[in-house]
């Protein structure tokens, strides 16, 4: 069962990932994105960001759990 669930959060985070589009393209690449590294996060891109780190802490918290536990 705790399998299934790292197999869920997994393809969660990979989502979550690929939905923050920072920097995308080669204009990102080679430094056209205004001058600056740091862009503010607003509305839906704070909401898969904040998400994106609880579902890594929690994905670490399950496999030290199943590393503990011996699983």
Excluded: C, H, N, P
Aim: aromatic share 8%.
């Amino acid at each position: 069962m705790i399998s299934v669930i790292q197999i869920i959060l997994a393809v969660v985070i990979v989502t979550l990932i690929l939905l923050q589009e920072r920097s995308s393209g080669i204009s990102g690449l080679l430094g056209g994105d205004g001058g600056g590294f740091y862009q503010a996060r607003r509305g839906v891109e704070k909401i898969i960001f904040y998400s994106t780190i609880v579902a890594v802490v929690i994905f670490v918290a399950i496999a030290v759990y199943r590393l503990a536990a011996g699983i």
